[in-house]
């Protein structure tokens, strides 16, 4: 009995041995697993694919001055960063610290180890998050970047004379790298190609940067083909005419010709073009006789970007019908606390959705062809926008200093007109139907403080403050301005059920308010503050043909 005691205690012992060994090998195989699985994740076909879409490698490009110069040496070149790429962009989204990051001091000495001959990046020597310092003078160098990087001065000693940076197809979800272009000193009179051009990426920052341009068509700065949530800040933006010496302005040839027209209009300071999200912010931009910023019209309009506190001016003594401050194609823009200084148009949003807020615009003034001297509008406002604080002052306008379109609400405006213009004018070309204009002030001289012109149907014009002046800085009322007029657009299309209540209007005209041109079936006009002066109400009209009524006679 107790020796099957002892065997019992001696099998029992001898399994547990067993089973601790056992355990001891499986471990070992799992961990031996788990690093053989690694490896070969490291060197699978599926992880470098993803790392060419990661460096922004693209063959469907639409742009073909950057697709050409991009080939497939370029893109041989890439190989060697691959690795190191995916291995960053398997990290956190968060910013990669500065230990991961390396500068790299380029002169235009050293330019071809970095650049290849078409100016694209050599990418086994530069990496995602690293920033390429530029030291001194480039001439006619070009600098094509197609990975997350830095390109800046340092020490702000580089000047670049026809040497133009593109960030194409650069990927850079939530900022989550370094991915900046700041501190350089860039003159090109290049035409066609944009001084800093950004293709088909995201979150790229744009800072710091005096840029001046005098190519056709070669803006100082363009947002294009697809660009999203940019930032552009705090740049020196100058583009004139003539073209040809870049530098200097002062060193402009002005015997040399350029190849194609040179319009003045064809040199906008910042232009955005299939271009969503961004933000143009505190630059100051002069143009000679153009768009300051421009969201023009590619395959789609620009929507969703913000426009705010930068100053933008023109330098012609009497600008053309192409020269605005800021024009905008595209919707759920903002435009906000810009300063505008002696442009033909201030403003120009004809797409709707759009927010034009707190803006001051100043000297409007042109020369337009068939309408003579003066500008045409502070704020060209299209349907369903809110134009809402902005001042407008010392305008010469043959329009208004704002225009109403349908669906929007206009308010806490100050408008001061220097010339036979309107303050506010509701329709028109853009319908001014079922918009509200109120809490407005307009000081104005001989013209119309307020009118509703075209069609509109619908609007309210209720608690504004209308002052007609003999001159600015007059006494008030001292001025044969009327009020607030309607003007039909023929005898049967006038406008319809507008009411006009709670407005003060100071004029010596006999008449403060003439509405005879509304429709007589429904109006309202009541409760407004006129003094002894008087109200021409709507006027029932004899509807025999007339020309522009579309009778057939």
């Known amino acids: 009995m107790r020796s099957k005691r002892i065997i019992g205690f001696s099998m029992m012992f001898i399994l547990i041995f067993l089973l601790m060994g056992l355990n001891t090998v499986c471990a070992s195989n799992i961990d031996d697993l788990d690093y053989n699985l690694s490896d ?41 960063s691959i690795e190191e790429i995916s291995n960053e962009n398997s990290q956190s989204e968060s910013k990669i610290g500065d230990s991961e990051k390396s500068i790299h001091t380029v002169t235009e000495e050293n330019y071809s180890s970095y650049f290849d001959s078409d100016g694209n990046l050599i990418n086994s020597l ?63 009179d290049i035409p066609d190609i944009s001084a800093v051009w950004v ?18 068509n070669g803006y100082p700065i363009s947002l294009d083909g697809f660009t999203y949530n940019c930032i552009v800040e705090n740049n020196i933006i100058k583009t004139v005419v003539p073209v040809n010496t870049a530098i200097d302005s002062s060193e402009v040839n002005y015997d040399e010709e350029n190849s194609g027209d040179n319009s003045s209009w064809q040199h906008s300071g910042i232009s955005l073009r299939d271009a969503h999200g961004n933000s143009i912010v505190n630059n100051d931009i002069t143009v000679e006789n153009s768009y300051g910023v421009y969201l023009c019209y590619g395959t789609s309009t620009s929507s969703n970007n913000i426009i705010a506190n930068n100053t933008i001016r023109a330098t012609s003594e009497t600008p053309s019908f192409w020269s605005y401050g800021v024009y905008i194609t595209g919707n759920y823009n903002h435009i906000e606390n810009n300063t505008i200084i002696r442009m ?17 615009i100043y000297d409007i003034n042109g020369l337009d062809e068939n309408n003579g001297i003066g500008g045409d509008y502070g704020i060209y406002g299209g349907n369903d926008t809110l134009i809402a604080n902005n001042s407008i002052y010392n305008a010469d306008v043959i329009g208004a200093g704002i225009l109403v379109g349908s669906n929007s609400d206009v308010y806490g405006n100050y408008i001061q007109i220097n010339s036979s213009g309107e303050g506010i004018r509701i329709g028109d070309v853009e319908g001014g139907h079922n918009s509200r204009v109120h809490n407005n002030t307009i000081d104005f001289l001989s013209g119309a403080g307020i009118t509703v012109k075209g069609t509109p149907q619908d609007t309210e014009v209720y608690d504004n403050i209308v002052n007609s002046l003999s001159n600015i800085g007059a006494n008030q009322g001292s001025g044969l301005g009327i009020g607030i007029l309607s003007i039909y657009q023929s005898r049967s299309s006038r406008p319809y059920n507008i009411s006009i209540y709670n407005n003060t209007i100071y ?47």
């Open 40 to 80: 070969s994740l490291e060197s699978s076909p599926v992880s470098n694919a993803i790392d060419l879409d990661n460096v922004g490698v693209s063959d469907d490009s639409e742009s073909n001055s950057i697709s050409d110069s991009i080939d497939e040496d370029s893109i041989s070149n890439m190989d060697g």
């Open 126 to 188: 530069v990496k995602a998050n690293d920033t390429i310092n530029l030291s001194g003078n480039f001439s006619n160098k070009k600098f094509v970047i197609n990975i997350p990087l830095t390109i800046t001065s340092t020490e702000s000693d580089a000047i670049l004379k026809n040497s133009p940076i593109f960030y194409y197809n650069v990927s850079n979800e939530n900022f989550a790298y370094d991915a900046i272009v700041s501190n350089l000193k860039i003159e090109s």
């Open 199 to 216: 293709i088909g990426s995201k979150n790229i920052r744009i800072l710091n940067n005096d840029i001046f341009t005098t190519g056709h």
């Open 344 to 360: 033909y148009r201030g403003i120009h949003s004809s797409y709707a959705h759009n927010y034009i807020i707190g803006n001051r």
């Open 507 to 553: 004029t010596s005209n006999d008449y403060a308010i003439n509405i005879a041109q509304s429709s007589t079936e429904s109006w309202l006009c009541e409760n407004n503050s006129i003094g002894t002066k008087l109200i021409i109400y709507p006027i029932a009209m004899d509807y025999s043909p007339e020309w522009g009524d579309g009778t057939v006679y």
